[in-house]
């Protein structure tokens, strides 16, 4: 045989396969596709002059390498369904002569074909929606890039490298499957004898055991860092339940089920159990599939959707003045000349400022045990974290200042504010020495740091500024070259627009050294940050749409895969129950009964999982100060509640392949 023939034989066995294959290659060339786009667009050069740009960039990287994991898990996925779906073909092939290396030579040009295909569709499609991608994110991170058409031969490289790896491993893998199988197993592919599955106890048992602890975990975390650090033990420990769930759990409560003898020796109960009993056996790797898929897809739309949607609200949180420029460790004499200065400008650039704040503060942390605080260095356990406190300390007169109220406070005496945690004792142990509590307040300043969920904090405010040098000493002491520092904080609104904020920030930065004895520790600019905050979480939201997109086409190819699967292995069910008694109206009810319970499991499971993901997710959100409780509640019920249209609406599509497979196999 030359190789025209198998040229000619691979391009046939792909048109006569056409309802596994055409999806299959859509798949690769919107996976390429996706690619190509990620990589291109973090290494596009119109980025750089951008504000956060090394945070877009870094976040559309890790898009990218996780594109790339995806893919390879996912296409070995579908390609090894194909290959098992075309086991029977196969084996008539080595029955009429063709010998295993034939069969590999055709299975290799088809494998050319397809990733020639692919390569030409996926890398197409992603030039041409490049700039529209370019557009969508610098809209996202509220910023103007240049137009203009940019290739990227980097990008493409990396791709036909990347892709080029993947589709040989899959014609190897093939290779290996047609390998191992006997003719007579390849002739009977799917069609041989199946054994009633049997019920695994303690498989089922340890598959509740991690979703129960992941779950567990979940929702008992309470410290955001604690969130951050055990996050993915939870994911994993998920995951691996929701397989075993699948693999086991399904089969256990089927046979529990079965020796209900009032339940199941009725007919509907009857057919429904032996039936589902098949299908969970056969389908259930990719049933856990399709529920772990569109649980990522509903944990990173809602979240990031969240993100951005309250955005803000964020910057409104974490800078309440639109400038705060601040000293650190300098005289009090120093910190006047530097407010002088920031009205200096002022005057001079015509702004006019509005309201101004100015205080000193010192900020640490301890860790609490009953009425004592301690160091937090005595504590190197992780599970300390629940302990921490964040410590504010300002003087008498900077909070009468703010608050209205008239501090007069003795060496000894402090007044006490708390966000969360309450102090029972009457008396504050700091660094071996009592304070008295005179009072209970509950007027504090504003900081972007004071958040109870990321940790409880206690105000301490003290006499003056020589109590507040003493508790600096105190925990210099403890921390060494770790220890905080006096911070002098002068925050000022004026009225001027978002350009005349950036402008008049400018005028500061580039005057202010001007001054004598004038220096900066920290300069923020409410408008300026807000670019900062808006290049990461726009990256963010970009990257949780784009690869839930890429989700949600697995999902959706999985589920045609499966369905295409049941319709095959249905058509002599069909058969067989008419041939019992059955009416064609009752085979079509309990096997439509069967399919719709089957394949909306993973949907009711994802939504469990993303009920109980809530609290860890939300505690991980406030890690980037996202505090509305409300507002992720809502985008994950949307969410979900879209998502779930989009499930039904699938559903009704390959449900139509399915009652076409089935029909054409009782003409």
């Known amino acids: 045989m030359n190789g025209i023939f198998y040229q000619k034989l691979a391009a046939s066995n792909i048109r006569k396969n056409g309802k596994t294959y055409f999806p299959y290659i859509l798949t690769c060339i919107f996976t390429i596709a996706m690619y190509y786009i990620m990589k291109s667009l973090s290494l596009n050069k119109g980025l750089e002059n951008v504000l956060g740009a090394d945070t877009v960039a870094y976040v559309l990287k890790l898009g990218s390498n996780v594109i790339a994991i995806f893919s390879f898990i996912f296409l070995f996925y579908t390609n090894s369904f194909l290959t098992r779906k075309r086991k029977k073909e196969f084996g008539l092939l080595n029955i009429l002569g063709m010998e295993k290396k034939h069969i590999a030579r055709m299975i290799g040009f088809e494998s050319l074909y397809v990733m020639i295909i692919s390569f030409a569709g996926g890398i197409g499609l992603g030039v041409l929606l490049d700039k529209l991608m370019y557009a969508a994110i610098s809209r996202l991170i509220k910023t103007d890039i240049p137009l203009g058409f940019y290739f990227s031969h980097k990008a493409v490289a990396s791709t036909l490298v990347l892709f080029g790896i993947l589709f040989f491993l899959i014609f190897i893998n093939s290779l290996r499957m047609i390998h191992i199988s006997k003719p007579i197993e390849l002739l009977k592919g799917n069609n041989m004898a199946e054994k009633e599955p049997r019920a695994k106890w303690f498989i089922a048992l340890l598959g509740a055991a991690c979703l129960g602890t992941g779950y567990y975990i979940a929702v008992t975390i309470k410290n955001p860092m604690m969130a951050l650090l055990l996050f993915f033990v939870a994911v994993i420990l998920v995951v691996i339940g929701t397989y075993l769930i699948f693999t086991a759990g399904s089969i256990v409560f089927l046979k529990i089920l079965k020796k209900n003898k ?32 569109s649980t990522m897809v509903l944990v990173m739309v809602s979240s990031t959707a969240s993100l951005i949607i309250g955005t803000n609200e964020i910057i409104r949180e974490r800078y309440p003045y639109q400038f705060e420029i601040s000293q650190r460790m300098g005289k009090i004499e120093d910190f006047e000349k530097l407010k002088n200065a920031v009205r200096d400008i002022a005057d001079k650039e015509n702004v006019r400022i509005k309201d101004e704040t100015s ?16 160091g937090a260095d005595n504590y190197d356990d992780v599970t300390s974290l629940d302990n921490v406190r964040n410590i504010f300390v300002l003087t008498a007169e900077d909070y009468s200042a703010y608050t209205g109220n008239n501090a007069v406070l003795s060496d000894n005496e402090v007044i006490l504010w708390q966000n969360s945690e309450k102090y029972k004792g009457d008396d504050f142990w700091l660094f071996d020495k009592n304070y008295r509590i005179k009072e209970v307040t509950e007027d504090f300043i504003e900081r972007e740091n004071v958040n109870e969920e990321i940790c409880p904090t206690f105000g301490i405010v003290v006499k003056d500024h020589s109590v507040m040098q003493e508790l600096y000493e105190g925990q210099k002491r403890i921390y060494g070259k ?6 002098h904080i002068y925050g000022i609104d004026t009225d001027r627009d978002a350009d005349g904020q950036i402008s008049f920030s400018d005028a500061v930065l580039k005057n202010i050294d001007k001054y004598e004895g004038v220096s900066i520790y920290r300069f923020n600019c409410r408008e300026t940050q807000k670019k900062d905050v808006y290049s990461l979480y726009g990256s963010f939201f970009f990257l949780g749409i784009f690869l839930g997109l890429l989700f949600t086409m697995a999902t959706v190819l999985i589920i045609y895969y499966k369905q295409i699967s049941e319709g095959y292995d249905d058509k002599s069910r069909f058969e067989i129950m008419q041939k019992v008694g059955m009416s064609e109206r009752e085979v079509k009810e309990s096997i439509h009964s069967q399919v719709l319970t089957v394949f909306f499991m993973p949907l009711i499971l994802a939504g469990i999982h993303m009920a109980f993901a809530f609290p860890i997710v939300r505690k991980i959100l406030v ?5 509305n409780v409300k507002l992720f509640a809502v985008c994950t019920l949307c969410v979900f509640l879209a998502f779930a249209v989009i499930y039904a609406v699938i559903y009704l599509m390959t449900a139509r392949v399915y009652y076409k497979i089935v029909k054409t196999s009782r003409k």
């Open 262 to 293: 009032r339940y199941y020796y009725k007919t509907n109960h009857f057919i429904s159990v032996s039936g589902m009993m098949y299908r969970m056996k056969q389908n259930a790797v990719g049933l856990a599939n399709i529920c772990i898929l």
């Open 359 to 374: 205080f000193s503060d010192i900020q640490f942390q301890m860790i609490q045990d009953g009425d004592i605080l301690r």
């Open 482 to 487: 770790n220890a905080s520092e006096i911070e």
């Open 623 to 627: 890690m980037l100060q996202l505090t």
